[in-house]
């Protein structure tokens, strides 16, 4: 009958303890991940402590694909560090360099703006109607450490959801075999 009929036959089979113990084998993991993902956030202080590059506006520093580690102090931000930001209204995180920081004498308030390595021109376009800096406030992370092209995957299954679904299918399909 072939390989995908005895596939069919094995999962026919399965007996609802198996089924059972599965479902909390995969409730365990999901959460072992989650208290990683915790542990992290409260290790670097952020709540985006890891963050896959998107875009190509940073190259050729970070790449495509890359995973950037992200961290937060209070030091003074400075000029060449690349952060993680959000402008307000958005929810869109972004990596960028820092490229200018204006610190005010009077109150300590500090004046950030950013640009992608590889863009032309400063990000004040990126930034609501009317404002032309960022504040501390606005950002997320500094960038602390890379790992270049293991981000890929995230990227192939944003890109072409037909991947996502053959990978899941797949993973499911090989967990049930070897249970």
Known sequence: MGLI????D?????????TIYQAIDLGMLVTHLLMASKVLICVTGISLPVVIVLSGSME?????GDILLLHMTKDPIRA????LFEVDGENIPITHRVIRVHERQANGEVDI???GDKNFGDD????????LWLQRHHIIGRAVGLLPYFGWWRI???EKPMVQYIFFGVFRLLYMIVR
């Open 5 to 8: 009929g005895e596939l069919m």
């Open 156 to 158: 192939i299954i944003i």
């Open 113 to 115: 703006l950013t640009k």
């Open 10 to 18: 094995f999962i026919k089979n399965l007996s609802i303890m198996t």
């Open 60 to 64: 050729p520093g970070f790449k495509r």
């Open 124 to 131: 004040r376009s990126l930034y609501p109607y009317g404002q």
């Open 80 to 83: 060449g560090e690349i952060v």
